[in-house]
């Protein structure tokens, strides 16, 4: 029941990775053309071009970029939230539960008055309270207009690929 290649028909690219099988496979081929109707059809167009979108940024990141399946970047996609922020703005009210991949923008954390670390669109942070349930050391705050990602800790904790990464 799994479809293989339908982003790409979908969107007229060039398929990404290579698909191998580990057993005998029947497969039913459909054109791209009434593949789109379908989903058209159906209204779910518009959720498959999110989904579409966030998982090709997903794909960039070091954190989200290998080893993690298309179901489980859908499931990410649909439980991730935007935020916008305006320049000099404090993230430190943003839900401690949750990780916080930079879309675009600038993010400054600091402790004691010292920039500790500026993170840029592909990176992440509040994964030291939303997976390791430790408090935050740093204030955060928008060093210029930014876009965030909120995805749900409790979504990446069972991701072994991911735990492991931030080990």
């Not at 920039?115 to 935050?136: H, K, M, Y």
Request: net charge neutral; with cysteine; aromatic share 12%.
């Amino acid at each position: 029941g799994t479809l293989v290649g339908e982003t790409s028909g979908i969107f007229k690219m060039a398929c990404q990775q290579t698909y191998v099988t580990i057993s005998f496979v029947k497969a039913l081929v459909l054109p791209c053309w009434l593949y789109t109707e379908v989903v058209k059809m159906n209204g779910l167009y518009v959720n498959i071009e999110r989904f579409q979108t966030l998982r090709g940024i997903l794909a960039k990141t070091w954190l989200f970029g290998e080893g993690i399946s298309y179901p489980v970047q859908n499931e990410i996609s649909k439980a991730a939230k935007v935020h916008h922020f305006e320049a000099g703005e404090s993230l430190d009210k943003l839900n401690p539960d949750s990780i916080y991949l930079i879309r675009k923008g600038q993010v400054k954390r600091v402790k004691d008055k010292v920039v500790f670390e500026t993170l840029e669109a592909g990176d992440f942070f509040g994964e030291e309270s939303a997976i390791f349930t430790s408090p935050s050391l740093f204030q955060t705050s928008a060093e210029k207009l930014t876009s965030l990602y909120e995805i749900p800790g409790k979504l990446l904790e069972s991701i072994p690929i991911i735990r492991w990464k931030l080990f």
